[in-house]
C-alpha cells in the first residue's frame, strides 16, 4: 500500500496490523524506506514507548515514559537511548476531552509549544460520531511555538483499517527539535490506537 506523502512531509508513522502483545509502528521516511521501528510494550502500568532504527530493535533511539499510571493528564518524559532528556509531553486532560491538546516542554522543564487538535468544532463531531466524522474528515494537529508560531503539521490518513499520521515540518526551533515532534506523532498515535 502506496504511502502517498504530501510535499513537505518527512515522516509517516503507520501502525502494524496484526500485533500480539502492545502495539508497534513502522516510520518512513519520504521515500518510502523504513527509518525506525517503535514498540510499545504491553502490560506495564506506565505507558513505555520505544524507538529503534529497525525492527530487529538492536539500536535504541529514544524512550517515552510516563510518569505516572494514570494517564488521563499524563506527563511522558522523551529521553535518547543513553538516559538524556530531550523534553517531556503532556496531555491536557479536561481539555483534551472535547479537542486533544497537549503541552511541550524542553529538558529543563520550561513550556516550549504546544499540539493541538485543528478544529474544535470537528474534535466534538468525532467524538460522538464513532468514527464516521474521522473517515470524511481526518484529524490535523499542529505543533505551535511562539505565540502560534507553527513548527510542524500531523495529518491522520482516511483508512479504517491501518492508523497513519504523517509528519511535516515546516520550521526550526532551538527548543524543539525533530525528534520531539516526532515523539508527538507517535504519542498520538499510540495514544489514539488504544482509544479505537
Known amino acids: 500500500m502506496p504511502l502517498n506523502p504530501r510535499p513537505g512531509e518527512q515522516y509517516t508513522i503507520r501502525r502494524k496490523f496484526i500485533t500480539l502483545f502492545g502495539a508497534s509502528f513502522h516510520i518512513y521516511g519520504p521515500d518510502g524506506q523504513v527509518v525506525g521501528y517503535c ?35 499524563a506527563t511522558y518524559d522523551v529521553t535518547l537511548s543513553g538516559g538524556r532528556s530531550i523534553g517531556s509531553l503532556r496531555r491536557k486532560g479536561f481539555k483534551s476531552l472535547l479537542r486533544d491538546s497537549w503541552m511541550i516542554f524542553s529538558a529543563s522543564g520550561a513550556e516550549v509549544g504546544r499540539v493541538q487538535e485543528e478544529s474544535g468544532g470537528l474534535a466534538i463531531l468525532r467524538r460522538l460520531s464513532d468514527g464516521l466524522v474521522s473517515l470524511i474528515s481526518p484529524q490535523t ?28 515540518i515546516h520550521a526550526d526551533h532551538p527548543d524543539l527539535d525533530e525528534l520531539m515532534v516526532l515523539a508527538s506523532g507517535i504519542l498520538l498515535a499510540a495514544i489514539d490506537g488504544r482509544q479505537s
Open 39 to 73: 514498540r510499545q510494550k504491553a502490560f506495564k502500568l506506565r505507558e513505555d514507548i520505544r524507538l529503534f532504527t529497525d525492527e530487529s530493535r538492536s539500536t535504541e533511539i529514544l524512550v517515552m515514559k510516563a510518569r505516572q499510571i494514570i494517564d488521563f493528564g
Open 141 to 168: 494537529f499542529h505543533v505551535e511555538c511562539d505565540q502560534g508560531r507553527r513548527i510542524a503539521t500531523l495529518r491522520s490518513h482516511r483508512n479504517p483499517f491501518v492508523h497513519r499520521i504523517s509528519v511535516a
